[in-house]
Structure formats: structure tokens, C-alpha cells
């Protein structure tokens, strides 16, 4: 088993930051890789970005453009998205999530996920 607990989400203004963090335990790190989706209300859950199996790959929504980086920190079992530039559109509860093989931007190869850090982005 493993769990996971985001923290960092907030109310934030168009055109500012934030970090998230997941806070992994239970298994170790290098058994799964991290990701993260965001839902916003009445839309499906949406990929956001992913840590790769092979060091240094990682992965992005088309949507991101280059406002977001995902990271990891390895001795803390953490992981994090730091997004810039935020707009009112990123406005969503944002998951982080665990997998053990698959495909990064499949919700369903996720076996694990943390319960969410809402994440407001005001005009």
C-alpha cells in the first residue's frame, strides 16, 4: 500500500504561483512513479503531469505549456508541481496519484491517490 497527502493548494490571483506537494509512504519511492490530475466541478479528471521510469523524463498536459514542472525529491518521498502563471481556468481539486506500471495519462492505471488539494485561481 501506499499513501499519499497533498498540501500547497490555495486561493491564488491570474498570474501567480503555487507549489503542491504529495507526500508519499508505505512502499519505497522507486516502486512507482508520481503524477498528477486535477478535476474541476462537472468535468472528468484531467492528466496534468508525470514522472517518468527512466530519470529525468517527465510528462505534461497539453494544457500546461510550460507553466508547470514536476519534481521529486527523493530522501523525502515527496513530489511536487510547481505551476506559474496560473489562470482562472486552473481552477480544480488536484490529485496526486501512484502507479506501478502503465500508462501515465490513464487515471485507471493509478492504484493509489491522495485525497486532493483544492487549487483557486480568481480573475
Known amino acids: 500500500q501506499v499513501q499519499l497527502v497533498e498540501s500547497g493548494g490555495g486561493l491564488v490571483q491570474a498570474g501567480g504561483s503555487l507549489r503542491l506537494s504529495c507526500a508519499a509512504s508505505g512502499r519505497p519511492f522507486s516502486d512507482y512513479r508520481m503524477s498528477w490530475f486535477r478535476q474541476a466541478p462537472g468535468k472528468e479528471r484531467e492528466f496534468v503531469a508525470a514522472l517518468g521510469w527512466t530519470a529525468g523524463n517527465t510528462y505534461y498536459g497539453d494544457f500546461v505549456k510550460g507553466r508547470f514542472t514536476i519534481s521529486r525529491d527523493n530522501p523525502l518521498n515527496t513530489a511536487y508541481l510547481q505551476m506559474n502563471s496560473l489562470k482562472p481556468e486552473d481552477t480544480a481539486v488536484y490529485y496526486c496519484?501512484?502507479?506501478?506500471?502503465?500508462?501515465?495519462?490513464?487515471?485507471?492505471?493509478?492504484?493509489?491517490w491522495g485525497q486532493g488539494t483544492q487549487v483557486t485561481v480568481s480573475t
Open positions: 496519484a501512484a502507479r506501478e506500471r502503465g500508462t501515465y495519462y490513464n487515471p485507471s492505471e493509478y492504484s493509489y
